[in-house]
């Protein structure tokens, strides 16, 4: 096979592991402020609820959830999987995963924020939302850019256990190729898509960290 | 005598440990007065002041702004003013912090016009302007755009007293505004508030500074053990034979 081919084989799978990661963050993100949220609630079904799905989470491996995700519709709710479903099973899995490592981090960061600036904003009398979304979040994020960051770039490598469910995806389409070319070349263009796709991940979220830093 | 705008009635505090940090304490305050709570750390002064202001639950008693009931308790339960009373009674107080709480991702400006604009409703072009005029008169004009970390302690003592008469209170609290500050700043942030308090600005200030509650008070109250032990004009008070009293001003003051 012509390396030329190889390459434009591999590009596809890079663009796929590029919408994997986008979408991702697009849904985790927002997701795991209500997660977190959720979980500092005072409605104690709702935070113990919570408590045992990021426990889950965290608990067992991506790969398998990547599986349970897939093959749930069928044997859940005995519903035939078509095989475009494999990509929006990716994209589910993926997001409650990454949710729930996002609402720790949330969560971490917004306890991190003193009762005073609460106080001071009550006293202003701000309600609890407007306090939350003008006052309270905007420090938090600050905060929060560097766990953020290596959950980012974990989640970079990670796009590449999509290849469980056969989703045409850079590591699976390496794999594949390498398998029948019988070489390891695509493999290591693989790794260093993920390394220069990092390596820009790191140096965005470094330039939005100097941005948020107008303020201490 | 002047319209009653602050009563606090036989107001008492427990904590979830049992502790009685507030027993029956009582204090009404007259518009243009300028009350100063003193008394030794831990006697619950900041409790008083928190229950006043509603940041704390109170356990007994009430507290009343003009004329309105805001909190009080009956038959063992705590009631609140009706959301659209509370909402009138939170706008007539502001409370300065010993440690500022200015919005760090403010500036000066922003920090003073936000809650004006967004829970007032004022325009923003009145809110700044009237904004500017505030920071002229407590000696800021310059510093409108900085961020709170670009000031001093009493520089940011200073916004925050801009940013709680942004909102036009009709009593304004502090609690330790100046312990926070090195004696020099402490003595800017003191002197915006005797100009305050020669404005006829209503003020209850809890304050370690002796020299400056004799001077800028109409009214001492002393403070402890939750109680108040005595209470009176400056002079009355700094010549009673109150003992503990005596006791506590002696050691702040020499
Ligand atoms: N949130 C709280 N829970 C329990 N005890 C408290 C709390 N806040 C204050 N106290 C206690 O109440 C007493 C009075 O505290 P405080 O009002 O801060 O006194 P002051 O301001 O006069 O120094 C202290 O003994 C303090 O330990
Ligand atoms: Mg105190």
């Known amino acids: ?216 | 005598m002047a319209e009653v705008l602050l009563e606090i009635k036989n107001l008492r505090k427990v904590f979830e440990d049992n502790a009685e940090v507030l027993k029956d304490f009582n204090l009404s305050v007259h518009k243009g007065e300028v009350v100063s709570i003193i008394g030794p750390s831990g006697s619950g002064k900041t409790t008083a002041l928190r229950c006043a202001t509603m940041l704390t639950p109170i356990s007994g008693g009430s507290v009343t702004y003009i004329g309105k009931k805001a909190v009080w308790e009956e038959n063992g339960k705590i009631c609140y003013a009706p959301k659209a009373q509370m909402k009138e009674i939170k706008k007539s107080f502001g409370l300065v912090f010993q440690n500022f709480n200015l919005f760090p991702h403010y500036t000066v400006m922003q920090n003073i016009i936000d809650a004006p604009i967004h829970v007032d409703k004022v325009p923003k072009e009145e809110a700044k302007k009237r904004a500017l005029e505030l920071l002229d008169r407590l000696g800021l004009k310059d510093k409108a755009d900085f961020y709170p970390f670009r000031l001093s302690g009493g520089q940011q003592q200073r916004v925050s007293i801009a940013r709680a008469l942004a909102l036009q209170p009709k009593v304004l609290f502090f609690d330790e505004p100046t312990s926070a500050l090195d004696p020099e700043l402490t003595a800017e942030v003191l002197k915006v508030i005797k100009q305050l308090a020669s404005e006829h600005m209503t003020m209850i200030i809890v304050t370690h500074e002796m020299q400056f509650a004799r001077e800028v008070s109409d009214r001492i109250i002393f403070m402890e053990h939750g109680v108040v032990q005595a209470e009176g004009s400056p002079d009355e008070l700094f010549n009673s034979d109150n003992a503990r009293l005596k006791e506590f001003v002696g050691k702040l003051t020499c």
């Not at chain 1, 009550?122 to 309270?136: R, S, W």
Request: charged letters at 10%.
């Open chain 1, 1 to 216: 096979m012509a390396t030329s081919t190889m390459f434009s084989q591999l590009a596809g799978g890079m663009i796929v592991s590029i919408e994997i990661f986008i979408l991702t963050l697009v849904f985790s993100l927002p997701l795991g402020l209500l997660v977190a949220l959720g979980r500092m609630s005072k409605i104690k079904v709702l935070s113990g609820a919570i408590k045992v799905y990021i426990a889950i989470m965290r608990g067992t491996p991506l790969m398998l959830q990547l599986i349970v995700v897939y093959f749930a519709p069928y044997y859940v709710f005995g519903i035939a999987i078509s095989a475009s479903f494999r990509f929006t099973a990716v994209i589910i899995a993926f997001s409650i995963n990454y949710a729930a490592y996002f609402a720790e981090i949330f969560r971490a960061g917004i306890q991190s924020i003193g009762a005073g600036q609460w106080e001071a904003a009550q006293i202003l009398g701000y309600t609890k939302t407007q306090t939350f979304f003008k006052i309270i979040l905007v420090q938090v994020i600050q905060r929060i850019i560097p766990p953020v960051t290596n959950e980012t770039i974990t989640l970079v490598k990670d796009t590449s256990l999509s290849f469980v469910l056969s989703v045409a995806e850079m590591f699976t389409i390496a794999k594949q190729i390498g398998a029948r070319e019988a070489s390891i070349m695509p493999l290591m263009a693989a790794g260093l898509f993920y390394f220069v796709f990092n390596y820009i991940v790191a140096f965005g979220m470094d330039f939005f960290e100097k941005k948020m830093s107008y303020f201490r």
